[in-house]
């Protein structure tokens, strides 16, 4: 789940210009308005045998899903859109309430200045909005203690965490909303003659809510906003 609009802002997002060796040429040149500093692509995607992984892969882009359309649990609104996240003081929120291992464990992996697909999910065209950027790495999930809160963990304990969220700043739309149902086009198409969306997290493992990519998955789909829909 995404950062809602009482989200906590950042403050640390004008220091988000470090130099990673993970962050991609192609996605700078696109950013309006980008101060961060970057470092050369690296062939891959991901980096073996992290360290900080236990010898599990480390990614370098992402996609993280978020809702548009307003929807309620227990009284409160849970819709977020890429617009509400460019409406925030400095365009900057807490990516708060994942509840699911796999997606918290992606979160923990990420590193600032990384770039991450806005992803709108659960409306009636679900796709790729625009790129963000995290700009603070995982940090201890305030609302898992939040009893008022939809995504509070009554088994969570603060001596004891189980959830982490971070922080993402809104960097710019794609030039056209890039939909599901084109990029599932394109996964079957690479699954069968190959090519880089045969293995794309949204198709292989949907209902994560926040998937790794690849920096060929990354770049692909960045390159289609330039392009016709298929």
Request: charged share 30%; glycine share 6%; with cysteine.
């Amino acid at each position: 789940m995404p950062p809602k609009k009482r989200a906590r802002v950042n403050k640390r997002a004008s220091n988000a210009g470090k130099d990673d060796a993970c962050k991609t040429d192609s996605s700078t040149k696109e950013t309006a308005g980008s101060k961060r500093k970057v470092a050369a692509s690296v062939e891959s995607g991901k980096t073996k045998k992290s360290s900080e992984s236990g010898g599990s892969s480390q990614y370098c882009h992402w996609l993280m899903k978020s809702e548009p359309d307003s929807r309620f649990e227990n009284g409160i609104d849970v819709k977020f859109g890429i617009e509400d996240l460019k409406a925030l003081p400095n365009q900057t929120g807490c990516w708060d309430g994942v509840r699911n291992y796999q997606a918290r464990n992606f979160m923990r992996q990420m590193k600032e200045g990384q770039l991450a697909f806005f992803y709108h999910s659960n409306c009636k065209e679900p796709g790729i909005a625009g790129v963000m950027k995290i700009v603070k790495e995982a940090y201890v999930d305030h609302t898992q203690f939040d009893k008022k809160d939809v995504h509070f963990d009554a088994t969570s304990k603060p001596d004891n965490p189980k959830w982490s969220m971070v922080d993402v700043q809104y960097q710019r739309m794609t030039k056209r909303f890039l939909p599901l149902s084109e990029l599932k086009k394109y996964h079957l198409q690479h699954r069968a003659e190959g090519g880089p969306l045969k293995d794309m997290a949204l198709f292989t493992r949907a209902r994560l809510s926040v998937q790794p990519l690849t920096t060929e998955e990354f770049d692909f789909v960045l390159s289609l906003e330039d392009e016709e829909p298929l």
